[in-house]
């Protein structure tokens, strides 16, 4: 029950807002996702358009832009839609009508992955919003404060030399803790629900990249490769491994869900030519994008909340953020932090979209300037430990 309310209300604020925010003559559309508890159903909703209407239209596909069903659901701002296929992707647009019959402008497009559980990032608690995060090398520990609440919490787990990887491993919502350990290329979870295990997968060398490519609402264990250029990621769903040759040894990767389908994308950004490399999962179409230079720092993240990563950077120089928004090509710029902060996006409010926050060594403090309003400053953490983001 926890999971069908919580992913309900994640999504609908962010579609709400970022299209208020632009597109006035285009109904507003949100969307309440469906979980694994709720599989098959999706409710769309939407602001009433500003000019008098006769009703609206939906459109959806399994395919960007591709919308092979439409439904003219009258003069309502709220429908649900029964019989969707499970592990499937769908692509909505809205439209009005008027008594004239013309059409406005489509909204823009919003995506979702229908009955398999979407996790927030860095979640520890299982609210669906971004908690505060830290690991902290000198004792292994792991202090987390739970966004919104007085509540905090502190496991051991990993040691000094371990690299931080936490996702949510069993599709349960929630962020469990792990660690990758370089010297022996064994991942270690301990799970929200208190069990633990551990998987060897990569070696030293090897980067974890960690995600939901195969896209079943759980992260999969996935390494990439800097000697040869190779992903290799372990499905969760069937144990199943998977290489991938993309990049080079100078690429940073930088997986995240840029088609809107439910899966991780591999993806990496290369700093010599600012070029983002994408392979999009859906389609298997691949493209590159320029958008940054070699001084900045990757910060992919939903911050339209239309169900697709966009593709950003932060630049150190200047502490500005460059973000170009999948839901319509625009590009924006905000200045949010200095060259000494560690960028750390997150969904600390649980309105579904990405919001720009850094972490700042020198005085252990976390900034957070939230999509739905409103900024906040945190003393969590200090100038040794490693922020949680993912
Ligand atoms: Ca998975
Ligand atoms: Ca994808
Ligand atoms: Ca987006
Ligand atoms: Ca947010």
Not at 210 to 223: I, L
Not at 270 to 293: A, I
Not at 301 to 324: C, E, L, Q
């Amino acid at each position: 029950m926890a999971e069908a309310r919580g992913t309900s209300v994640a999504v609908a604020g962010a579609m709400q807002k970022s299209l208020l925010a632009r597109l006035s003559s285009i109904a507003a559309f949100i969307l309440f996702g469906a979980t694994a508890a709720q599989a098959a159903t999706l409710t769309l909703a939407w602001d009433a358009n500003p000019e008098p209407v006769s009703g609206y239209i939906l459109y959806w596909g399994s395919q960007s832009g591709q919308y092979t069903q439409s439904l003219d659901v009258g003069k309502t701002t709220s429908r649900s839609l029964n019989g969707l296929a499970n592990n499937t992707p769908y692509y909505f647009i809205v439209r009005a009508y008027n008594s004239a019959g013309m059409l406005s402008a489509p909204s823009i497009e919003v995506s979702r992955r229908v009955g398999v559980p979407y996790a927030t990032a860095a979640d520890i608690s299982g609210d669906l919003k971004t908690d505060l995060t830290v690991f902290r090398p000198a004792n292994g520990t792991w202090y987390s404060w739970f966004s919104g609440s007085t509540t905090t919490w502190a496991t051991q787990w990993g040691n000094g030399s371990d690299i931080p990887v936490a996702g949510d491993y069993d599709g349960d919502l929630r962020t469990d803790l792990a660690v990758f350990r370089p010297a022996n290329g064994t991942w270690y979870f301990r799970y929200a629900k208190g069990t633990s295990s551990g998987i060897q997968w990569g070696n030293g060398l090897d980067k974890p990249v960690a995600g939901d490519y195969d896209g079943d609402g759980k992260t999969d264990v996935a390494v990439f490769r800097p000697t040869n250029g190779t992903w290799y990621v372990r499905n969760s769903s069937n144990g199943a491994s998977v290489g991938t040759a993309w990049g080079n040894s100078a690429d940073t990767p930088v997986p995240a869900d840029y088609d809107g389908d439910g899966k991780t994308d591999i993806a990496v950004f290369r700093p010599g030519n600012g070029t983002w490399y994408v392979m999009y999962s859906n389609t298997g179409r691949s493209v590159g994008v320029q958008w940054g230079n070699a001084a900045d720092v990757p910060v992919p993240g939903d911050y339209d909340g239309d169900g697709k990563a966009d593709i950003a950077v932060f630049r150190p120089s200047n502490g500005t953020w460059y973000i170009v928004l999948s839901s319509t090509g625009a590009s924006t710029g905000k200045q949010w932090g200095n060259a000494s902060d560690i960028p750390v996006p997150g969904d600390y409010d649980g309105d579904g979209r990405t919001d720009v926050a850094v972490f700042r060594p020198s005085n252990g403090t976390w900034y957070i300037t939230y999509s739905s309003g409103g900024q906040g400053g945190f003393q969590w953490g200090n100038g040794q430990d490693i922020p949680i983001k993912k």
